[in-house]
């Protein structure tokens, strides 16, 4: 399967600071990926699909301003969490579509902790 | 609509034996269907996926999955649990060409030893 790599892997932050987390694939080109968030022992929540060269499409009741998405190569994508708080502590987990096979392939997530 | 229903939120078994996991799914149209497994503070790793091809679908790990349309099912097994095994389980839909997964809620597997 495909390589995905996020980074960082934990993030700890002041209340009110921006925060960016990289998803790069390594091993394909991938058009689009998809960035999820997840609470303890929760299921994934797909906050935005991101497409390269394009604006995401972000699910509804998601912030666009506050969950900033780029996709400006065809191997990354970045979620800037804006103006953190403590409520946006999460689990938030990227994956790349290999439309091959229409799988979709994970990262192996970014845990936030906004103090 | 899609959708998928994980019954169980917790299974546990004893160590060797038989792992069943249960997914069913409600899709308008022939359904895409996976098993991802999570451990502790890491990503989604694919254990097996259907795509309409045979419908008994061999993973990773010793773990399999059958797809019964007559049933809307698609629920994972393997004949012998081992401690390794220990993780959280999660079905997803999706009817392929990029378009969206849905989720379960996910199953948490206990091994006892």
């Known amino acids: 399967g495909a390589v995905v790599s996020q980074h960082p892997s934990w993030v700890i932050c002041k209340s009110g600071t921006s925060v960016k987390i990289e998803c790069r694939s390594l091993d394909f080109q991938a058009t689009t990926m998809f960035w999820y968030r997840q609470f303890p022992k929760q299921s994934l929540m797909l906050m935005a699909t991101?497409?390269?060269?394009?604006?995401?499409?972000?699910e509804q009741g998601v912030e666009k301003d506050k969950f900033l998405i780029n996709h400006a190569s065809l191997t990354l994508s970045t979620l800037t969490v804006t103006s953190a708080h403590p409520e946006d502590s999460s689990f938030y987990i990227c994956?790349?579509?290999?439309?091959?096979?229409?799988?979709?392939?994970f990262g192996p997530g970014t845990r936030l902790t906004v103090l | 609509a899609q959708s998928v229903t994980q019954l169980g939120s917790h299974v546990s078994v004893s160590e060797g034996a038989l792992v069943l996991l249960r997914c069913n799914y409600s899709?308008?149209?022939?359904?895409?269907l996976f098993w991802y497994v999570q451990y502790p503070n890491q990503g989604l790793q694919l254990l097996l996926k259907?795509?309409?091809?045979?419908?008994l679908v061999k993973g990773i790990n010793g773990f399999e999955a059958e797809f019964k349309k007559s049933e809307t099912s698609f629920h994972l097994t393997k004949p012998s649990a081992h401690m390794s095994d220990a993780a959280e389980y999660f079905c997803a839909v999706s009817h392929g060409t990029g378009n969206q997964f849905y989720f379960g809620t996910g199953t948490s597997l206990t091994v006892i030893p």
């Open positions: 259907y795509t309409s091809a045979a419908t």
């Open positions: 994956s790349v579509l290999a439309s091959s096979t229409d799988t979709q392939y």
């Open positions: 899709s308008s149209v022939p359904p895409y």
């Open positions: 991101s497409n390269e060269g394009s604006k995401a499409t972000y």
